[in-house]
């Protein structure tokens, strides 16, 4: 632009020169030669003088909107320009220095938003993959890095190549590119359902697969949950409706058994007394998992609580952790409830042990006995409400156990020892 510039200052000076020189043609005739050539040299001087004066501001002002316009393409708005005249060129300056003051704080506000975006994508319980179309990952976040089962960024990596590695049924997902369900089966005990859904999207003029898989195991669990307490209320309620009136009727034969001294109505209303306390003590346990309270997360001294709970269930304590936040009453039932099925298995006591350790972002605690185990179809529904293998079993207390760990968005796995026995892994977060 600069140097247009200067081609227009030479040529408007060159035509000025000429007209200058045409019009001072005639004077020769009054003057000799001499005067005339003093004369027209003077006066194209003046006239390059003016021009220069002229066109001096003119071509600063432009040299500065040359320089902006540049940032500009640079994708720049740092820069003002400092011609602030006051003349027409100078509004446009302070035109300019207002449009990139603008185009400044909406740069940062989208980068802002960018890395706000960026930041909820990485951490974002959906596994988020996006491919060009040379099958090649241009996004990832960690969901995806850890479903794929990838120790490096998987960014500029091929997908045919990480599909050699990834779970068989995601890869198979991938393969095939449509919506759709995977179940896939982690280690013995732990089945993950899984949601794939993909799409094309055009970035930067470009084709790109985007595939999206959401975990639905933990919310189809809280959907069976919810189904079983709903079963559980009604059958409570049904049966709390006919103990109270079989409890009243029950009291009155016994006064009456009592008048007329007859030991069959003493057992027989004795055996219903009996019924009638079991039957309300069911009725108690189902409730306890039905109506199992919002927990009230506090800072809990994990090492006296599990002193006090191996008075009652002998166990090893193996404990690096100080605190946990947690609901007090909940994690000790959950506790139990672990120790006393260990205890149940038919394991020495003195091999049963938990064990609690700290990592980044989550408690893991770990209760082993040296018991039979269990089967793979017993691993499978162990944890379903009503599943039990006991005679004596209400089925509630993995159950129990599961609800109380998921209440404080946890986790808790069941899986065989090499050595035998059971290892029940629960995760809480710090």
Request: proline fraction near 3%.
């Amino acid at each position: 632009m600069a140097k247009a510039l200067n081609t227009l200052k030479y040529k408007v000076i060159g035509v000025l020169f000429i007209s200058l020189f045409v019009a001072c043609s005639p004077i020769i005739y009054l003057v000799s030669i001499h005067a005339w050539l003093a004369l027209s040299t003077c006066s194209a001087l003046l006239c390059c003088l003016l021009m220069k004066l002229t066109f001096n501001n003119l071509i600063k002002a432009i040299n500065a909107l040359n320089v902006g316009l540049l940032n500009f393409k640079d994708g720049d708005f740092s820069n003002q320009l400092a011609y602030q005249k006051d003349d027409e060129f100078g509004q446009l300056c302070r035109l300019y220095n207002q449009t990139a003051q603008q185009l400044r704080k909406e740069k940062q506000w989208l980068y802002q938003r960018e890395m706000m975006l960026d930041k909820m994508l990485q951490s974002a319980p959906q596994a988020l993959l996006l491919v060009n179309d040379n099958g090649v990952v241009v996004f990832a976040n960690q969901s995806a890095q850890h479903l794929l089962v990838s120790q490096q960024a998987l960014e500029g990596q091929s997908i045919e190549q990480l599909r050699t590695t990834a779970p068989k049924e995601i890869s198979a997902a991938i393969k095939n590119a449509q919506d759709g369900l995977i179940s896939m089966r982690l280690n013995e005990s732990e089945e993950q359902v899984w949601h794939a859904s993909v799409g094309d999207i055009l970035l930067n003029n470009q084709s790109h697969t985007l595939y999206i898989f959401k975990q639905l195991t933990r919310e189809l669990n809280r959907q069976e949950v919810a189904v079983w307490k709903k079963v559980i209320r009604v059958i409570s309620h049904e049966l709390n409706n006919s103990l109270g009136p079989i409890s009243s009727m029950s009291h009155s034969g016994k006064i009456i058994a009592d008048k007329v001294d007859d030991a069959r109505l003493h057992r027989v209303f004795s055996t219903i007394d009996e019924r009638i306390s079991h039957l309300t003590e069911f009725v108690q346990g189902y409730g306890t998992f039905a109506k199992l309270p919002i927990p009230k997360v506090a800072t809990v001294a994990i090492r006296p609580l599990l002193e006090s709970i191996q008075l009652q269930w002998p166990t090893q304590i193996h404990c690096e952790v100080e605190t946990l936040r947690a609901d007090k009453g909940q994690l000790e039932q959950l506790i139990i409830n672990l120790l006393k099925n260990a205890h149940e298995s038919g394991s020495d006591s003195a091999a049963i042990s938990v064990t609690i350790a700290r990592s980044p972002g989550i408690t893991k605690m770990f209760i082993e006995d040296a018991g039979q185990g269990m089967s793979e179809a017993v691993l499978t529904s162990a944890l379903v409400p009503f599943y039990s293998t006991k005679n004596s079993g209400t089925g509630l207390g993995l159950a129990l156990c599961r609800e109380i760990v998921e209440a404080h968005n946890g986790y808790i796995n069941l899986s065989n020892r090499p050595t035998g026995g059971l290892s029940v892994e629960v995760g809480l977060p710090n």
